[in-house]
């Protein structure tokens, strides 16, 4: 597996939580944002989930992102 950290990592909306919570491709992440707060964020292995939208799918739709993860 890719260390996460080293690769590219996207902030996207997750339209539906409770699948995130309930699938083995998600992870929960304690993630320390750039003002030193803390916050769990999902960490999504499944590439082609139809769960979530990605920024520039949003830019194209001219949707507003929630910053989720």
């Not at 997750?14 to 995130?20: G, K, N, S, T, V």
């Amino acid at each position: 597996m890719i260390n996460p950290s080293k690769s590219k990592l996207k902030v996207i909306k997750i339209l539906d939580p409770l699948l995130c919570v309930r699938c083995d491709n998600a992870y929960i992440a304690d993630v320390v944002m750039r003002d030193g707060a803390k916050k769990k964020m999902f960490y999504c292995s499944r590439l082609d989930c139809d769960n979530w939208v990605s920024q520039s799918t949003a830019q194209e739709g001219h949707e507003e992102l929630d910053e989720a993860a």
